[in-house]
């Protein structure tokens, strides 16, 4: 208890000398209202490089303590939580990010590409970091999707790659879970699958036509997994991604053109009839925070005719910048939390800057981005303890800068030469290392 107050105290003074300097991490008065301007964006932006853009607050100043384990364990989540403090949040200092997540009852996790899994420097840090893996690219439509199988067939036909199978591979004899990552998107995904015989010489097929194809998809993909001994690992999938626009309307994907807006109510539904009980089914997007109302009402709407939900949770991307606001970014997570569905932070990871000025990798901005790691994590621990969020998991978009998808931005936990960056140790709540 004595510590409690220790840490308390210090944290007490170090807001007030914030408070006094004004020495926010970065500049909220630089920071435009970037949602006006989110379609410029997207035009201009290759389609899989999509953006989030917040404004930044992150004041929040975490203290942490170097306890032990076990004096951590008796502040988990589950407990009782009377009110969160930040004093509350510690870190164990052996071990990875997973040990400190775990504590906390959240997961830790890493996209995976074949990259990673072929040198042992890459194998260590994420054995060491993670408990749950999310295919990168691979598990992706256009990777199994069989265009062949599909004629040969006639309907839409699934089939694992080894690129597919060797990272499943790789995760299981790691012992890691699985986020199934993607069904249902308008990009990565074969146009061919949206034509009459899978040719795009004969028109698009008739909405009846892509919900059999669809169902039929969504059904092979949650065999075959069973079929091949994966099924197991997976406890969350992403059934559709990227479907809302930030003012609410639909994407205009070939989905929604050929079936219309309900294409996502089936992709639920047909995921919901096929995938175990035991996978958690996801909406999973970004801007969330731009778009927060109109993506909990779409999730309310994912309802059976008996009024069952047929969504299991609400996955937030995470494709940030350190000029992005913190706070605005937990108000989302409160309101998905509110809906009673479980939340994931699916694809973090923190570009220096914002997405109109994107920063160098200097040390001032390296030390904004280990607090902003630090600030974002410690935030959800603490409101997951007093009940206003309730985030299951944390995956990061990989961990080292070169192999990242924004290589140009610096944008992860480790830096090219495999050093640490303070990215690693706020990510990890170890606030002396964190660049405080
Ligand atoms: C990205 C991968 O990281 C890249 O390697 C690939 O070229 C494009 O896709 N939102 C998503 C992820 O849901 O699947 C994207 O991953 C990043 C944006």
């Known amino acids: 208890m004595k510590k409690i107050f220790r840490f308390a105290s210090v944290m007490i003074m170090v807001l007030m000398l914030l408070a006094m300097t004004g020495c926010d991490k970065t500049d909220n008065d630089k920071i435009v209202d970037t949602a006006a301007v989110v379609e410029d964006d997207k035009e201009i932006i290759p389609v899989e490089d999509n953006v989030s853009k917040e404004e930044d607050s992150a004041t929040d100043i975490e203290v942490i303590d170097d306890g032990t384990a076990s004096e951590a364990e008796e502040l988990t989540p589950t407990e009782p939580a009377e009110k969160a403090t930040s004093d509350q949040i510690t870190a164990v200092i052996e071990g990875g990010i997973k040990d400190v997540y775990e504590q906390y009852g959240i997961k830790a996790g890493t996209c995976l590409s074949d990259a990673m899994i072929t040198q042992s420097k890459y194998t260590d840090i994420i054995t060491e970091n993670f408990n749950s893996i999310t295919h990168e690219n691979f598990m992706k439509p256009d990777y199994l999707i069989s265009k062949s199988k599909s004629i040969e067939t006639g309907e839409l036909s699934v089939e694992f790659t080894k690129r597919t199978t060797d990272l499943l591979d790789w995760a299981k004899s790691n012992g890691m879970s699985m986020r199934g990552h993607v069904l249902v998107w308008h990009s990565q995904t074969p146009d061919w699958i ?24 969504i059904k092979q993909m949650f065999e075959q997994l069973d079929t091949l001994g994966y099924a197991d690992m997976f406890y969350a999938y992403d059934v559709v991604n990227e479907a809302i626009n930030d003012d609410g309307s639909y994407r205009d994907s070939l989905w929604k053109q050929i079936v219309g807006e309900d294409f996502i109510w089936y992709a639920f539904s047909y995921a919901d009839k096929y ?69 994931q932070i699916t694809e973090l990871d923190v570009s220096l800057g914002t997405w109109q000025n994107i920063l160098k990798a200097t040390e001032e901005n390296l030390l904004a981005q280990g607090q902003y790691y630090y600030e974002m994590v410690s935030r959800i621990i603490e409101e997951n303890a007093a009940g206003t969020t309730n985030v299951s998991g944390i995956t990061y978009w990989g961990f080292v800068d070169n192999l990242s998808w924004r290589n140009d931005r610096s944008p992860l936990l480790f830096d090219s030469n495999l050093e640490p960056k303070y990215a690693y140790h706020g990510a990890r709540l170890d606030y002396d290392n964190a660049g405080y």
């Not at 494709?319 to 809906?339: C, E, K, N, R, W």
């Open 194 to 217: 949206f034509y009459k015989n899978f040719d795009k010489a004969q028109g698009l097929v008739d909405r009846d036509t892509m919900l059999t194809r669809m169902e039929s998809y």
């Open 275 to 343: 995938a175990p009980e035991t996978i958690k089914l996801y909406y999973n997007d970004y801007n969330e925070q731009f778009k927060t109302d109109y993506i909990v009402k779409l999730a309310e709407s994912l309802v059976d005719d008996t009024g069952r939900s047929l969504i299991d949770g609400i996955g937030c991307q995470g494709h940030l910048y350190t000029g992005d606001s913190i706070d605005d970014y937990m108000s989302m997570l409160q309101a998905f939390s509110a809906t009673g569905l479980d939340v």
